[in-house]
């Protein structure tokens, strides 16, 4: 079975610019959730989906927004990036929810310029 | 107080030896314990979960879960250099709106 896939692997952007983020997960899991982790504040939770709803949120700015697709691949969106925004954004699939085990993929390293 | 806390470590740790890492945390309500291995530089990796109180064992790996005094541990026999990395706990709770909430992560070097 294929594991979680994230694209970009990599991404550097400037200030002020806007990045989407993919996730797709392992297949059959219908709940994927995204973190952002930091040397800083650790891994911290931005939201679940779950048969394209959002089901939880973390405390993240509304410049953080996310979707899932009836494939139950997931996007992740962050507008008007800032300095502060550089991490690596995580995403992880589990069967039905954060409550079960939980697959990371590889992530994603975004710099901000 | 943090939701899960870790000691940030290092954990230094002879090869052969058991290390032993602690978690608490605070969400009496919190239903699932995980432990996640991450190597520097990758994402981190599915150890052991557990939801009952007491023991369980996976090869080398064994978690302990404490419900009265909300701590999880983690023990890892016959270390080796290859189980240095940063370990991470966390705790799913419906009180804290059924999240997954992460420790900060304990460091373990295991020294040959």
């Known amino acids: 079975k294929a594991g979680v896939t994230q694209t970009p692997r990599y991404l550097i952007k400037t200030r002020g610019q806007q990045v989407t983020l993919s996730c797709s997960p392992i297949?059959?899991?219908?709940?994927v959730s995204w973190y952002q982790q930091t040397p800083g504040q650790g891994l911290q939770f931005l939201f679940e989906?779950?048969?394209?709803?959002?089901?939880n949120k973390g405390n993240f700015p509304g410049r953080f927004s996310g979707r899932q697709f009836s494939n139950s691949r997931s996007e992740m969106n962050v507008s008007t990036l800032e300095l502060g925004d550089s991490a690596l954004y995580l995403c992880?699939?589990?069967?039905?929810?954060?409550?079960?085990?939980?697959?990371f993929g590889p992530g994603t390293r975004l710099t901000v310029l | 107080q943090k939701e899960v806390e870790q000691n940030s470590g290092p954990l230094s740790v002879p090869e052969g030896a058991i290390a032993s890492l602690n978690c608490t945390y605070s969400?009496?309500?919190?239903?699932?314990f995980f432990w996640y291995r991450q190597y520097s530089g990758k994402s981190p990796e599915l150890i052991m979960f557990?939801?009952?109180?007491g023991d369980k064992e996976d090869g080398r790996f064994t978690a302990q879960l404490n419900k009265a005094s909300q701590y999880v541990s983690l023990l890892i026999r016959d270390s080796q250099p290859s189980d240095s990395a940063t370990y991470l706990c966390?705790?799913?709770?419906?009180?804290?709106?059924?999240?997954?909430?992460f420790g900060g992560g304990t460091r373990v070097l295991v020294k040959p």
């Open positions: 992880a699939s589990s069967l039905s929810g954060q409550h079960n085990e939980q697959f």
């Open positions: 297949s059959g899991h219908r709940s």
């Open positions: 989906y779950f048969s394209e709803t959002q089901r």
């Open positions: 969400d009496r309500g919190s239903q699932s």
């Open positions: 557990i939801y009952s109180n």
């Open positions: 966390a705790a799913f709770g419906r009180a804290a709106g059924n999240k997954l909430t």
